[in-house]
Nanobody
Framework: VQLQASGGGLVQAGGSLRLSCAAS????????MRWYRQAPGKEREWVAT???????NYADSVKGRFTISRDRAKKTVDLQMKHLEPRDTAVYYC?????????WGQGTQVTVSS
């Protein structure tokens, strides 16, 4: 199983970015797909989840600004980020939770300038 994240970059505060993560390989029994992020000097933190039934959950810090979505056929999970703030600067990682375990992507850098 491989996860390829893309869409990161440099954006000014108040701007938007859309991250995308494509899963490939033996993808069987997706339980959930998630986004995490890790800022410099900090621990990795959970950002958002979309379950196999389409339920969505968000960290309080991004609620109302970020939207997680998925394309079942393409096996992708996206994270639309709006009203970005400097505190959103981090490496963003996608995660897929399969029936036989979790897998992680390589991360994509998001930098928000003030």
């Amino acid at each position: 199983v491989q996860l390829q994240a893309s869409g990161g970059g440099l954006v000014q505060a108040g701007g938007s970015l859309r991250l995308s993560c494509a899963a490939s390989g033996s993808i069987i029994g997706i339980k959930a797909m998630r986004w995490y992020r890790q800022a410099p000097g900090k621990e990795r933190e959970w950002v958002a989840t979309i379950t196999s039934t389409g339920d969505k959950n968000y960290a309080d810090s991004v609620k109302g600004r970020f939207t997680i979505s998925r394309d079942r056929a393409k096996k992708t999970v996206d994270l639309q980020m709006k009203h970005l703030e400097p505190r959103d600067t981090a490496v963003y990682y996608c995660n897929i939770d399969l029936i036989y375990g979790p897998y992680w992507g390589q991360g994509t850098q998001v930098t928000v300038s003030s």
